[in-house]
């Protein structure tokens, strides 16, 4: 299959992407964990994403529909300040690492996404925010590793960092076999106003 040729169904979510300094330094603070518990199924730092709505998968028709939307409901929101922050588990499966920052907005965010996605008559299971990035996942036999894991990241706090984009974000499903990988279909910029997050002056009407 040519690697431009779109799957018939993909995995797809709607996302904010930590920028690589944040990713780096979040990294450096698991590599004790790395080497000690190795059978961890450890996500590649490419596939680092917290995400905002999980529409499971889906057919590639969905996409088209949701590029529009995504594009206009990006430019009406401000970027946020997050920070990456300690660790935690799902059930002793699941090891994340925690977000910090303008939590509320993240809220906001996350809720007018799904709206969205719901006008755009996509189905999709919801389930309640918790705020989170994904880090790596237990085998059925391993009820240990992903506690520990866990608990060594107790005092990890990573810096503040600014939203810069809104993704949309698909796997690879219906490309053969493998390992299941995510990348960006498209992100797109949120409004003009993230500019006085920094500092600057606000641009002129």
Request: charged content about 25%; aromatic content about 6%; glycine content about 8%.
């Amino acid at each position: 299959m040519d690697d431009h040729t779109e799957p018939p169904t993909r995995r797809v979510f709607v996302a904010l992407a930590p920028p690589d300094e944040a990713k780096d330094e979040l990294a450096r603070a698991l590599e004790p964990a790395y080497v000690r518990y190795p059978r961890l199924r450890w996500n590649r730092i490419e596939d680092w994403h917290i995400t905002l709505a999980f529409l499971g998968e889906q057919p590639s028709t969905v996409v088209p529909p949701l590029r529009a939307a995504l594009a206009d409901r990006a430019a009406s929101h401000p970027a946020l300040r997050l920070g990456l922050r300690g660790g935690g588990h799902f059930d002793q499966r699941l090891l994340w690492t925690g977000i910090d920052g303008d939590l509320e907005r993240l809220h906001l965010l996350a809720a007018d996404v799904r709206d969205l996605v719901r006008s755009c008559g996509i189905a999709f299971r919801e389930r309640p925010l918790h705020p989170h990035l994904t880090l790596a996942r237990s085998r059925r036999d391993d009820a240990v590793s992903v506690p520990l894991a866990a608990a060594g990241l107790t005092g990890f706090t990573g810096g503040l960092w600014r939203t810069e984009r809104l993704h949309l974000v698909g796997s690879n499903i219906g490309r053969g076999p493998g390992p299941i990988h995510y990348r960006d279909i498209e992100a797109w910029r949120f409004g003009a106003a993230v500019r006085a997050l920094d500092g600057d002056a606000p641009a002129e009407p």
